[in-house]
């Protein structure tokens, strides 16, 4: 169930991006952080806080994202590439990334993600996004695909600064 709607995420982002009419994007903050919770799949739960600038050129981003464990699973920190279109008040977006695992010891790991942003105002959007992690050494800790549904709020620009 969780690999059909990690795949059904990854059908409606891409369906999102696609512009065959090349509308200009619109205006946003790029700067954002965010947060969500969701089952670790190993009789816990993480509890996930995610910032970054998703213009740092054009559609490109970083994203910086920081999981907390209130179980088995070990803690993570993570740095992602992203890439964002943007139509109205809807985005989507991508990323890859490598990160680090705290258990036992510490452990590398790679991580995709998939997701849309419905923005309900200028600075706050709901995110619905899915996500694999693949920890190495592999089999030590479950590998996870989840669908995550989180907040997100746009940082304001500075008074006199910021995006044309």
């Given at each position: 169930m969780k690999?059909?709607?990690?795949?059904?995420?990854?059908?409606?982002?891409?369906?999102?991006?696609?512009?065959p009419q090349n509308p200009q994007s619109p205006q946003r903050n790029p700067a954002y952080v965010g947060g969500y919770a969701f089952t670790d799949g190993a009789g816990g739960w993480?509890?996930?806080?995610?910032g970054g600038n998703d213009s740092l050129r054009e559609h490109f981003g970083?994203?910086?994202e920081i999981n907390v464990p209130l179980g088995p699973t070990p803690a993570s920190l993570s740095l992602l590439?992203?890439?964002?279109?943007?139509?109205?008040?809807?985005?989507?977006?991508?990323?890859?990334?490598?990160g680090?695992?705290?258990?036992?010891?510490?452990?590398?790991?790679?991580?995709?993600?998939?997701?849309?942003?419905?923005?309900l105002g200028d600075n706050l959007a709901l995110f619905l996004e899915g996500q694999y992690?693949?920890?190495?050494?592999?089999?030590?800790?479950?590998?996870?695909?989840?669908?995550l549904l989180g907040l997100q709020y746009r940082?304001?620009?500075?008074q006199g600064g910021g995006r044309p």
């Open positions: 690999r059909l709607l990690f795949l059904l995420s990854l059908l409606v982002s891409f369906a999102l991006a696609q512009n993480q509890l996930g806080i995610v970083v994203r910086l590439g992203t890439w964002r279109y943007s139509q109205g008040l809807v985005d989507s977006y991508t990323g890859i990334g490598l680090v695992a705290k258990g036992d010891q510490g452990y590398l790991m790679g991580q995709l993600v998939l997701g849309g942003n419905l923005h992690r693949y920890l190495l050494p592999a089999g030590v800790y479950p590998n996870t695909a989840q669908v940082v304001p620009a500075p």
